[in-house]
């Protein structure tokens, strides 16, 4: 863990290069010594139907979904959030600047006895790169 979700208006395909923002997002939850470096995940979702304020189809979204196993303190959890939010809205900053977006964020504990995981990608981890895991 963590799972990073990106839900975005689909009227933003051509106005936010979503996969560098992925990109963004993995690079600094990478940074992050919260975030075990095998466990992160980030995939964006193209929303097509969607209504939003007074319905003005020139209003977007994006909105991020963190899904992280439970047993990180508040504050941990609180400084995570912040860097991630900071890094994103950091990047989408001309496009906000530009055209009508909401930027939103959501972190929440994933409980560990209710989500079992398996998986190889440690395994092709190179040493140097690897974190502790989750």
């Known amino acids: 863990m ?14 936010v290069d979503i996969s560098a923002l992925c990109e963004e997002i993995r690079a600094t939850a990478a940074g992050i010594d919260t975030f075990p470096l095998a ?8 929303v097509d139907h969607y209504a939003i304020a007074d319905g003005n189809p020139e209003h977007g ?24 939010f900071a890094a994103a809205q950091a990047f989408l900053a001309p496009a906000i600047a530009r055209y009508s977006i909401a ?3 959501e972190m929440r504990d ?21 974190k502790v895991s989750s």
């Open 2 to 15: 963590p799972h990073f979700q990106i839900d975005y208006s689909a009227n933003l395909e051509q106005r």
């Open 39 to 46: 466990g992160i995940r980030v995939r964006a979702t193209r």
């Open 61 to 84: 979204f994006i909105d991020i979904s963190i899904r992280l196993r439970a047993g990180r303190s508040g504050e941990v959890k609180q400084d995570a959030t912040q860097r991630i």
């Open 103 to 105: 930027l939103s964020l």
């Open 110 to 130: 994933i409980d560990p006895d209710l989500s079992p995981k398996t998986g190889s990608i440690r395994d092709h981890l190179g040493n140097a790169s690897q």
